[in-house]
């Protein structure tokens, strides 16, 4: 079956720590997204990819960092200098370029950091 | 400011009703898109339906539908016939813009739908 995996489902880390999340996917899609959800808050855009070996900052990409070797990988770095980094992370990607294409997105890390 | 403002927090619907979820939007740019995304408690986001801005028609799939109001900027949703499995968190999201790349989506802060049997 076809789908996004983000491993692990809960994250626990020591404040000062970077701690890397995983996201993979096999919908061979082109773009890939994470996103940061706080509780009862809507979805905010950290990085975006397009391709391979390239990406770009999203709304609130302060304190984190992104790689894309791979098309089918896309893992997020949440750094120390992120202030805040507790919460709720959803990768999801999507078929390509055109406006319709919906974003699929994977079951979420929940990220605690103390 | 706000691009995306869905102004219920939580909704209280008995089973079967019929039900409409509030979005209204913001933005300059004549070619956009709006989306609708569930969330139940495992935490996933699952896609429900699709509006372009140029779509004449309003977008339907299955149970759902969207009322889109171009010149009010809403999109509200509407679910008919509601089932205890609707229960989650609703969220609007729009992406603007036409051949930008990647879709950036903005998301709305959701609305919590409970169905009562």
């Known amino acids: 079956d076809g789908g996004i995996t983000q491993s692990p489902k809960y994250l626990f880390r020591k404040e000062g720590q970077n701690v890397t999340l995983s996201c993979e996917q096999n919908l061979n899609h082109d773009a890939m997204y994470w996103y940061r959800q706080d509780p009862g808050q809507g979805l905010r855009l950290i990085y975006y990819s397009q391709i391979v070996n390239d990406f770009q900052k999203g709304d609130i990409a302060e304190g984190y960092s992104v790689s894309r070797e791979k098309k089918e990988s896309f893992p997020l770095t949440v750094t120390s200098a992120q202030k805040n980094p507790t919460a709720f992370y959803l990768c999801a990607s999507s078929m390509g370029l055109a406006e319709s294409y919906e974003q699929y997105f994977g079951p979420g890390t929940r990220l605690t950091v103390t | ?117």
């Open chain 2, 1 to 117: 400011a706000q691009k995306i403002t869905q102004t219920q927090p939580g909704m209280f619907v008995q089973e079967k009703e019929a039900v409409t979820l509030d979005c209204t939007y913001d933005t300059s740019d004549q070619s956009y898109g709006l989306f609708w995304y569930k969330q139940p408690s495992s935490g996933e986001m699952i896609f429900l339906i699709y509006q372009g801005s140029y779509d004449e028609q309003n977008a339907t799939e299955g149970r759902y539908s969207l009322n889109f109001q171009k010149a009010r900027k809403s999109a509200n949703l509407v679910i008919s016939a509601s089932q205890l499995g609707d229960s989650a968190m609703y969220f609007c999201a729009m992406r603007e813009g036409w051949g930008q790349g990647a879709q950036k989506l903005v998301f709305g802060q959701g609305t919590r739908l409970t169905i009562n049997p």
